[in-house]
């Protein structure tokens, strides 16, 4: 009779050896130090690539991010928006502004605007409430659902009579949002006109001696780097340094990125180079009024972007509208039926565009043309300062041509 086989570990199991490297001979791994790379890699293995997979994918379908997916996209596009320059108008675009073609294209353009795109989500809501409210209604009409679900309508009068308070309450929103867009160009009106009657007194009343000439230089250019420090200053995402690099030197453009406020310590050094000018002390006084007007826009500017509009009416405005379209699915159910869906899609989208315009105009800033205006500045500065001698040489040449008067006898006399 065979006897069975034994078990025996070694004949269903076998140890592997450590391995370093199998091209190696025995006493070069011994003599070579070990690697921290290889013994970390052995002792704690990276994990396998599907174990990370069902953490993605619970995280691509959280349901938290697929809400906040839409808002989030609108608000980047609303952000983007915000920032992108605006452009002065010339005669061409003023020509296209009022052309009678002008409705076609803003409607074909519709959803390349980002007011319009920045009111996707509450938009979306509000349709999404009365397709629900109608299936519903519909459901408890067809007795589809049991018989102690009740309708959802409700009788029209509350919102005939809050519709004029609504009305009111978005005007006035909207007309003290435009207020400060209006207080926030003046301003800048002023800056603009201060900075062009600085350099043209400091060009005309400051004489280009060798003592006076670098300073009278480097004054032009801190004056014509002061409205784009304040334009730095009060539109979010502007790099100054890359804006003032070719305006100021090193050591300047040091300083000014180091202070708090910048604008105002453009103006120390506009201030500071008075006192250096060998100038008269009437000149030197007339000079420094001036800078009042880059003291009161930045006073403006500081109070429109510190100050907004009472939070309480923006809430105010908010909630109503809210609470408008909420319920007007059930208001219209008993008139309109399924046309509640198109109405509710079409009254969101427009009163929230008239709320969306009043917060965006709020702050009024970045709705100016800052970049042009600066640039303008810049360009008429350079050119009187490149046509000074030219001018101040045929204004002489003309003095001296009228100062010789013929006598009666056809003798000259000076």
């Known amino acids: 009779m065979a006897r069975p086989p034994e ?143 009740p309708l959802l309508r409700a009788s029209s009068l509350p919102y005939q009579l809050t519709a004029p308070a609504l009305a009111l309450l978005l005007v006035f929103r909207t007309e003290a949002s435009y207020s400060r867009y209006e207080e926030g ?97 009437s000149k030197r006084t007339k000079l420094e009024s001036t800078i009042s007007s880059f003291h009161e826009g930045i006073s403006v500017c500081d109070q429109l972007m510190g100050i907004p509009i009472p939070l309480s009416y923006t809430r105010l405005t908010s909630r109503f509208l809210v609470l408008w379209h909420l319920t007007l699915p059930i208001i219209l159910w008993d008139d309109c039926h399924w046309i509640v869906v198109p109405a509710t899609f079409i009254s969101a989208a427009s009163l929230f565009c008239i709320e969306e315009v009043g917060v965006l105009i709020e702050e009024p800033f970045p709705m100016l043309p800052l970049d042009e205006l600066c640039i303008v500045v810049q360009n008429n500065i350079k050119e009187t300062i490149a046509t000074e001698k030219d001018i101040q040489a045929r204004v002489k040449g003309k003095r001296k041509m009228h100062s010789y008067k013929h006598s009666p006898n056809g003798c000259p006399k000076t």
Request: one cysteine or more; glycine letters at 2%.
């Open 7 to 149: 078990l025996s570990l070694s004949s269903t199991f076998t140890p592997k050896p450590f391995n370093f490297r199998s091209n190696s001979s025995l006493p070069t791994k011994f003599n070579r130090p070990p690697s921290f790379k290889i013994l970390f890699s052995a002792s704690q293995p990276p994990p396998p690539p599907s174990s990370s997979k069902p953490a993605s994918a619970a995280k691509t379908l959280d349901p938290l991010s697929l809400l906040r997916a839409i808002p989030d996209w609108a608000d980047r596009i609303q952000e983007r928006g915000m920032r992108q320059k605006r452009a002065l108008y010339n005669h061409e675009k003023w020509v296209n502004h009022r052309t009678s073609q002008r409705h076609l294209r803003h409607l074909l353009s519709s959803l390349q605007s980002r007011v319009i795109l920045s009111l996707v989500p509450p938009v979306l809501a509000f349709t999404s409430v009365a397709i629900v409210v109608a299936t519903y209604n519909t459901a408890v009409d067809l007795h589809w659902l049991p018989g102690f679900f």
């Open 185 to 281: 160009r003046k301003a800048w009106t002023k800056v603009i006109a201060g900075t062009n009657d600085l350099a043209g007194q400091v060009i005309a009343g400051v004489d280009s001696s060798a003592d006076d000439q670098p300073i009278k230089s480097a004054l032009l250019h801190y004056i014509m780097a002061f409205p784009v420090a304040l334009k730095c200053h009060v539109l979010y995402g502007s790099d100054i340094g890359s804006d003032l690099q070719d305006l100021l030197e090193v050591d300047d453009l040091a300083v000014i990125l180091n202070s708090t406020h910048r604008p105002r310590c453009v103006i120390d050094f506009i201030s500071q180079s008075f006192k250096v000018l060998n100038l008269e002390e």
